[in-house]
């Protein structure tokens, strides 16, 4: 019905994650009639993110330098290892504030339904840094979903193998949380997890 | 938090319509994890459209040719002109599938407080089209807002002054509705616009 690039456009906004045929429509409208400035400049930083952007050679992350920030700082902790699935659990984890360790991104979860094994999650580099490093501790904050448990329970196993101490961080009710309107399987976990006082 | 082209790729994603810091990063890390291919075709089709897309010689709607498909369309009624505020109202429009005359798209409506006047919206291209052609009836399908009515009511005005049939297309209950629902204002309008059976 729009004109051919209009429609281009349309389709190509639909790879967008939520973004269906009438909010794809909404966008490049207000795109093109309102703010084409604003158009330019994302496409433009498309383009520079989708060629410039790798993976950390240390912890898999995301990154345009052959090593992240958070990996070549040397303020921080070499002795401690965090496994998070994503670069956005990083920064929620950063945004919390404690933690001064570095961080190994598995960039997903093993799921071998999907073809996602070992190698897919990097698991080589890490057993490769286990082997190489002096870590202390291997913290384990893969989320707590069946495939983030499996991936916690692999990566485990791994480490125990190779002498090096993993923990697994803390589920059960969240600060704040009322008992009332938490689900009935992080209340059974917070139960058996239960510690002395 | 994030390397400078992935935060730079966030900022560029809020110009979209509706897109937060939180969906922005969102798709920024899918893009950037699982869909650069699709990242790519965005960044050109952006480019594209910016670079390409104009405006209608005669309507003044969005398309990257001098004059659009619809104008440009021997089988559509010359005689009939329906003024509408956005090329997604004329979409809409020809949805519904029995208007065969022509467009013409404002691009917005008066609002004197934000400076847009009669030039903004392309009035004087539509007086210009009211003298030269044989326009038997205008139609007029603003939105039934405030502003809406006001830019209805400027062009019937125009219209008028040059001796063109000029008419308002129909508000009131919409087919499907149930009254019990609608609001006081349509009902009223409703009301006062009743026809005689």
Redesign the interface.
């Known amino acids: 019905?729009?004109?051919?690039?209009?429609d281009?456009?349309m389709?190509?906004?639909r790879?967008?994650?939520?973004v269906g045929p009438k909010?794809a429509?909404?966008?490049?409208?207000?795109?093109?009639?309102r703010?084409?400035e604003?158009?330019?400049?994302?496409?433009?930083?498309?383009?520079?993110?989708?060629e410039?952007?790798g993976r950390c050679r240390l912890c898999r992350t995301?990154?345009?330098?052959d090593i992240?920030?958070t990996c070549s700082n040397s303020k921080r902790d070499d002795s401690l290892l965090c496994v998070v699935e994503?670069?956005?659990d990083v920064?929620a984890i950063?945004s919390a504030g404690t933690y001064q360790g570095k961080y190994f991104v598995l960039?997903g979860h093993l799921s071998p339904i999907d073809g996602i094994g070992p190698a897919e999650i990097g698991i080589d580099v890490l057993a490769q840094r286990l082997r190489e490093e002096g870590i202390g501790e291997l913290i384990l904050a893969t989320n707590p979903t069946v495939e983030g448990e499996a991936t916690a329970h692999y990566i485990a196993e791994l480490a125990r193998g190779q002498g090096v101490k993993v923990s697994r961080i803390a589920h059960g009710v969240p600060l704040g949380g009322e008992l009332e309107y938490i689900d009935g399987g992080t209340l059974a976990h917070a139960f058996s997890s239960r510690r002395a006082l």
Do not use: H, K
């Open positions: 019905m729009f004109s051919p690039l209009i281009e456009l389709s190509a906004l790879c967008l994650p939520g909010s429509q909404r966008m490049a409208l207000q795109l093109l009639e703010d084409r604003g158009a330019g400049r994302l496409a433009t930083a498309l383009s520079n993110a989708v410039g952007v995301l990154t345009e330098q992240c920030g994503t670069p956005a920064l950063e960039m």
